[in-house]
């Protein structure tokens, strides 16, 4: 399997539904700290968020996403059980798959091979991670941006990794994020 299909069966087997993060947040924080970034988690009320940050100067480059879910319902419609990756016809099936854990392991991922190969590189690269989204989004990417506001710290582009579509996969573009 590739790297990115592990760390999102790994994301998958954690069922967090919002805003439980079920220890997603500290399996990426532990990967990236591994890697040279400086991890910090940012509790508001029952929702953890995670700042990992590579760099300490220039322009910020914000990778953004979430860990947690919504319910599964009842188990017994699922074709196999939620909280556990499986392949079926080249898909993979699970609670969070396409939304959105397989997008933040591809953004971890990212991360660790671009720290590795440019250590010194100009500029700071960061991934922001909530358990909120799915919910009532209040104590995720909204207080987050408060606590950034409060202290200073700059964001000069975030990319959202949230797999929003129309019509067909890749079809939509968004400015802008609830919250932010």
Same mark, same amino acid.
């Given at each position: 399997?590739?790297?990115?299909?592990?760390?999102?069966? !790994?994301?998958?087997?954690?069922?967090? +539904?919002?805003?439980?993060?079920?220890?997603?947040?500290?399996?990426?924080?532990? #990967?990236?700290?591994?890697?040279?970034? &400086?991890?910090e988690?940012?509790?508001?009320? *029952?929702?953890?968020?995670?700042?990992?940050?590579?760099?300490? $100067?220039?322009? +910020?480059?914000?990778?953004?996403?979430? &860990?947690?879910?919504?319910? $599964?319902?009842? %188990?017994? #419609?699922?074709?196999?059980?939620?909280? !556990?990756? &499986?392949?079926? %016809?080249?898909?993979?099936?699970? /609670?969070?798959? @396409?939304?959105?854990?397989?997008?933040? @392991? =591809?953004?971890?991922? =990212?991360?660790?091979?671009?720290? &590795?190969?440019?250590? *010194?590189? @100009?500029?700071?690269?960061?991934?922001?991670?909530? $358990? *909120?989204? %799915?919910? @009532?989004?209040?104590?995720?990417?909204?207080?987050?941006? %408060?606590?950034? /506001?409060?202290?200073?710290? /700059?964001?000069?582009?975030c990319?959202v990794?949230?797999?929003?579509?129309?019509?067909?996969?890749?079809?939509?573009?968004?400015?802008?994020?609830?919250?932010?």
């Amino acid at each position: 399997m590739s790297d990115i299909l592990d760390l999102t069966c !790994e994301l998958i087997r954690r069922a967090s +539904v919002t805003p439980d993060d079920a220890g997603c947040q500290a399996l990426l924080g532990e #990967r990236l700290a591994r890697c040279g970034f &400086t991890i910090e988690n940012l509790r508001f009320g *029952d929702v953890d968020n995670l700042w990992a940050t590579h760099g300490s $100067s220039g322009p +910020v480059l914000v990778l953004l996403g979430h &860990t947690d879910v919504v319910p $599964s319902g009842p %188990e017994d #419609r699922w074709s196999s059980p939620p909280f !556990e990756p &499986t392949i079926r %016809e080249g898909h993979l099936h699970g /609670r969070g798959a @396409a939304d959105m854990k397989s997008g933040v @392991a =591809a953004m971890t991922l =990212a991360l660790e091979s671009f720290v &590795t190969q440019n250590p *010194d590189h @100009a500029g700071t690269v960061a991934l922001l991670v909530t $358990s *909120d989204e %799915e919910g @009532a989004s209040i104590d995720g990417v909204k207080r987050v941006v %408060e606590e950034f /506001r409060r202290r200073g710290q /700059r964001v000069d582009w975030c990319l959202v990794g949230e797999p929003s579509s129309q019509a067909v996969l890749g079809d939509l573009i968004r400015v802008g994020r609830r919250g932010s």
